[in-house]
T-cell receptor, first 114, second 115 residues
Framework: EDQVTQSPEALRLQEGESSSLNCSYTVSGLRGLFWYRQDPGKGPEFLFTLYSAGEEKEKERLKATLTKKESFLHITAPKPEDSATYLCAVQAILKTSGTYKYIFGTGTRLKVLA | GAVVSQHPSRVICKSGTSVKIECRSL??????MFWYRQFPKKSLMLMAT?????????EQGVEKDKFLINHASLTLSTLTVTSAHPEDSSFYIC???????????FGDGTRLSIL
């Protein structure tokens, strides 16, 4: 069964304490992996798309990497304003119909303390 | 770029009322739009997927007659919650994508409260 699992569920960091969030997936026909940031009461904000193993994307203090089984979102020297829920989503092709679907993980709630 | 506007941001209404939520892609053409429901501290629950000019595809367990979706143009989709009841109270979020392999871009959600 196609599945996306994020860990940890919640993470508390001190300002400046670097860490990584994990997104593991088991899908057939991966078309892309997407990272989003969601603030309370808001819709998710798009961060990165990764299409193939070995690919990396960077934006400010965030760096996303992709392997054949998982993706990591590395946060370097985080600041309190990086506090949010980070979601990953996988786009996969359904073998039976040839259509595609998105599968979202349940997210990692990040809190960065000043 | 890739801005999605969702209105209204908050609705409070009486039980039995029908509520329409609009989702517009402001600077790109959205071949596919998605409607989600999100419960507190939970991830997104996909309700339906719609392609411009076609009938929406609903996820299992979502009532088609309760949640009417229209995707009349490449920049506009609407979700109408018909005869809303307190159990329909939730955070509804739309998203739009310009095509296969492209990310979804999300609106800011609508907080629906049915009294």
């Amino acid at each position: 069964e196609d599945q996306v699992t994020q860990s940890p569920e919640a993470l508390r960091l001190q300002e400046g304490e670097s860490s990584s969030l994990n997104c593991s997936y088991t899908v057939s026909g991966l078309r892309g992996l997407f990272w989003y940031r969601q603030d309370p009461g808001k819709g998710p904000e798009f961060l990165f798309t990764l299409y193939s193993a070995g690919e990396e994307k960077e934006k400010e203090r965030l760096k996303a990497t992709l392997t054949k089984k998982e993706s990591f979102l590395h946060i370097t020297a985080p600041k309190p304003e990086d506090s949010a829920t980070y979601l990953c989503a996988v786009q996969a092709i359904l073998k039976t119909s040839g259509t595609y679907k998105y599968i979202f993980g349940t997210g990692t709630r990040l809190k960065v303390l000043a | 770029g890739a801005v999605v506007s969702q209105h209204p941001s908050r609705v409070i209404c009486k039980s039995g009322t029908s509520v329409k939520i609009e989702c517009r892609s402001l600077d790109f053409q959205a071949t596919t739009m998605f409607w989600y429901r999100q419960f507190p501290k939970k991830s997104l629950m996909l309700m339906a997927t719609s392609n411009e000019g076609s009938k929406a595809t609903y996820e299992q367990g979502v009532e088609k007659d309760k949640f009417l979706i229209n995707h009349a143009s490449l920049t506009l989709s609407t979700l109408t919650v018909t005869s809303a009841h307190p159990e329909d109270s939730s955070f509804y979020i739309c998203s739009a994508s310009s095509g296969t392999d492209q990310p979804q871009h999300f609106g800011d959600g609508t907080r629906l409260s049915i009294l």
